[in-house]
Each structure stands twice: as structure tokens, then as C-alpha cells.
Nanobody, 123 residues
């Protein structure tokens, strides 16, 4: 089955940029809907961005216009380009794979494979 490994997190100043990567193995990325989620302590995990096998994308309102999700199907890598970062973007970021009925909802419960997470700190 598919396995996911995130990288690219770190510390950045407000207004800066980061690009997260999620390397997939064990299966073809195009067979799944892929998503980025984030979580801070004591809060529920929330959807950030999703991409379907046909390339359709969805974004949380809080990141629209600042974040871009993309995938390289040949390399089996999922990306999240994050620009104009804000302090409230600070969180652990996870990539996930699933087959949600309505991908635009970005519901964590619809995704069944998760990476280990990468920390993003904006200050």
C-alpha cells in the first residue's frame, strides 16, 4: 500500500515562503486524492489543500491565494507551495492519501494513509 514521507518544513519569518514535499511509495500517486492537512496542539486536524487525480484542486479559505498544491505524477511527489506565510500558519503539516466522496470538503476522516508530519513555524 502507499506510504508517505513529508519534508520541507522549518522556521520562517512572517511573509516568507516554504515548499513542502511528500514522497510517495508503494503505489501510484494518481490512484488517490491527495491532501495536505495541518494540526496544532489541542486542536483538530484541518484540511489545507487537496488535489484529485484529474488535477482538480481545493483549498481552505484561510490559504486561498497563498498556497498552491501540485503533484509530479512521474516522480510520485506531492507539493505544497506556501507563500505570504502568517503566524497562524504555524502547525504540523501532514500529507495524506484517500478516496473521498467529496474531495472539496477536505475532511481528514476521508483520508486513510498519512505521513509522519513536518513542522512549520512562522514568527
Amino acid at each position: 500500500h502507499v506510504q508517505l514521507v513529508e519534508s520541507g518544513g522549518g522556521s520562517v519569518q512572517v511573509g516568507g515562503s516554504l515548499r513542502l514535499s511528500c514522497v510517495t511509495s508503494g503505489d501510484t500517486i494518481g490512484r488517490y486524492c491527495m491532501g495536505w492537512f495541518r494540526q496544532i496542539p489541542d486542536k483538530e486536524r484541518e484540511g489545507v489543500a487537496g488535489i484529485e487525480s484529474d488535477g482538480s484542486t481545493s483549498y481552505a479559505d484561510s490559504v486561498k491565494g497563498r498556497f498552491t498544491i501540485s503533484q509530479d505524477s512521474a516522480k510520485n511527489i506531492l507539493y505544497l507551495q506556501m507563500n505570504s506565510l502568517k503566524a497562524e500558519d504555524t502547525a504540523m503539516y501532514y500529507c495524506a492519501a484517500g478516496r473521498p466522496m467529496i474531495p472539496a470538503y477536505l475532511r481528514p476522516a476521508d483520508y486513510h494513509v498519512w505521513g509522519q508530519g513536518t513542522q512549520v513555524t512562522v514568527s
